[in-house]
């Protein structure tokens, strides 16, 4: 049976690519893209012409899934492409390796770029533990109640957001974050690169004074988690094991 192997591609400087991606490009029989024109650019880019590019994107994941996995199981080795960074990650592919995985397929996820790792890697706020919660909703129920995971989290919270709304993002989190730190990263690995950090009033008198566009990351500090400590310090040992361990 073939392998899928899934294929970070660069999220701006186009030498952020594995030599083991590169391999993988030119082996495999079938790149699936989200988008083959772009792919097709970065393959020339790579000096690599290949033959058997097919789309795959989130209008036509679930019947080019089937497709891509009737293909795999004849043999052929498919690698899979989004149009930046890592695929699956907010980005067409998680259907494709669930149908890989229950048909017994075996997938190997190669590394490489991904905006969530590029910003919390240089945004300073804690990485021992993180929660992404990929793109904010733009209006509406949902996008409350994932303000409210924003607001809520004990952990550094890494999400993907718009610039043209996110002055209005920050106004709303404002009055709810206090002085907690927050970090826009940028246009990461381009040449505009860079990382505008404060709180979210900070943040909101420098954008209102610039223009702003370009992609961006934007990474949260979480809750400052004493009020969960001053919780466990006031139990008994035997009730904070109770409490730990369940
Ligand atoms: N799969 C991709 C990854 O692993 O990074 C993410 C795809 S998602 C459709 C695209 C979003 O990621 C952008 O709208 C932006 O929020 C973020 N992003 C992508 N490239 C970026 C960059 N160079 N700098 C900052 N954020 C970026």
Redesign the pocket.
């Known amino acids: 049976k073939g392998k899928l192997y899934i294929c970070?591609t660069p999220?701006?400087n186009l030498k952020d690519i594995t030599l083991r991606v590169i391999d993988c490009l030119k082996n495999v029989n079938i790149i699936a893209c989200e988008d083959t024109r772009r792919t097709k650019k970065l393959l020339n880019h790579l000096d690599i012409y290949h033959q058997n590019l097919i789309s795959y994107h989130k209008f036509n994941q679930e019947k080019k899934g089937e497709n891509l996995v009737h293909k795999l199981n004849q043999g052929f080795d498919v690698a899979l492409v989004?149009d930046?960074?890592?695929?699956s990650?907010?980005?067409p592919g998680k259907y494709l390796v669930r149908e890989a995985i229950d048909n017994s397929l075996t997938v190997i996820s190669l590394p490489g770029?991904?905006?969530?790792i590029t910003?919390l890697a240089a945004s300073g706020l804690d990485t021992g533990s993180f929660l992404f919660l990929g793109?904010i909703p733009g209006k509406g129920a949902q996008r409350k109640q994932f303000l409210n995971k924003i607001i809520s989290s004990e952990s550094t919270v890494v999400l993907?957001?718009?610039s043209s709304r996110m002055l209005n993002t920050l106004r709303e989190l404002e009055p709810h974050l206090t002085d907690r730190e927050i970090v826009i990263?940028?246009?990461?690995?381009?040449i505009h690169e860079e990382f505008i950090r404060g709180t979210a009033n900070d943040l909101i008198s420098k954008l209102e004074s610039r223009n702003f566009k370009g992609?961006?990351?934007l990474l949260v500090e979480g809750i400052d988690n004493a009020g969960v400590e001053n919780y466990f310090s006031k139990l008994t040992t035997e009730e904070h094991l109770h409490e730990v361990i369940g």
């Not at 930046?84 to 695929?87: H, N």
């Not at 770029?113 to 969530?116: D, F, G, K, R, T």
């Open positions: 970070p999220i701006g989004s930046a960074g890592t695929p990650i907010s980005d770029p991904s905006a969530v910003g793109f993907y957001e718009n990263a940028r246009e990461l690995t381009k992609e961006i990351t």
